[in-house]
């Protein structure tokens, strides 16, 4: 199940976030690391655009989904879209934990 993140989830999903850190900056991709910080996924929660996973009882991964670009896209690499000045969806912040990796959570998110 799929729903919205509240901010009673922040621990939660900072933890997430953490989690999914380690396992990029492992695979040799700082980017989460050295984007995401406490106080980014506490506002991403407070814009109300951030959502959870839920499975075996438990919140598995988050996804953030917004109509602004994020920090991070340097104002010329938009340029490079196909659209640069379309609306669009950013999905940002989107990861399951480790152990719930590679049975299809993203796929079938109602199961």
Same mark, same amino acid.
């Given at each position: 199940m799929i729903r919205k993140a509240t901010s009673k989830d922040i621990d939660t999903i900072w933890h997430i /976030?953490?989690?999914l850190s380690k396992q990029l900056l492992d695979k040799g991709h700082p980017n989460w690391d050295l984007y995401y910080t406490r106080v980014i996924v506490e506002e991403k929660i407070?814009?109300?655009?951030t959502y959870i996973l839920e499975g075996d009882g438990a919140v598995i991964g988050t /996804?953030?989904?917004s109509t602004n670009a994020v920090e991070y896209y340097p104002p010329?690499?938009?340029m490079n879209f196909a659209e640069p000045t379309?609306?669009?969806l950013y999905i940002t912040m989107l990861g399951v934990i480790p152990e719930h990796q590679g049975k299809g959570c993203l796929?079938?998110?109602?199961?």
């Open positions: /976030v953490q989690s407070e814009q109300n655009n /996804v953030t989904l010329d690499a938009l379309a609306e669009a796929l079938y998110p109602s199961d």
